[in-house]
């Protein structure tokens, strides 16, 4: 089992910039990906970003640009960058990682991310 909790989300303006933590702990050397995914109000959960243990990335277009997910130094913490904050971006985040030997598929309790305009 992987445990994943979430820091850094919170009420930012327009034009702004936030920094998302996820630190996973339990089997993570299981973990072979890790990513972070949305859900504002009435809309299914989307991918933003993910991150595989190879370092290989991808976004959604909508942030392409804007954001930057990552990894520590220790390999169960993943971050996401974002700048240029637009109301858009206003969802709950939740980190998510995945393990494909054990086919387990995990997420964090979620972290909202506010942005006014």
């Known amino acids: 089992q992987v445990q994943l909790v979430e820091s850094g989300g919170g009420l930012v303006q327009a034009g702004g910039s936030l920094r998302l933590s996820c630190v996973a702990s339990?089997?993570?050397?299981?973990?072979?990906?890790m990513g972070w995914y949305r859900q504002a109000p009435g809309k299914q959960r989307e991918l933003v970003a993910a991150?595989?243990?190879?370092?290989?990335?991808n976004y959604a277009d909508s942030v392409k640009g804007r954001f930057t997910i990552s990894r520590g130094n220790a390999r169960n913490v993943v971050y996401l960058q974002m700048n240029s904050l637009k109301p858009e971006d206003t969802a709950v985040y939740y980190c998510?990682?995945?393990?494909?030997?054990?086919?387990?598929?995990?997420w964090g309790q979620g972290t909202q991310v506010t942005v006014s305009s």
């Open positions: 991150i595989t243990g190879g370092g290989s990335t």
């Open positions: 998510n990682a995945k393990s494909t030997g054990t086919g387990g598929d995990y």
């Open positions: 339990g089997t993570i050397f299981s973990i072979s990906s």
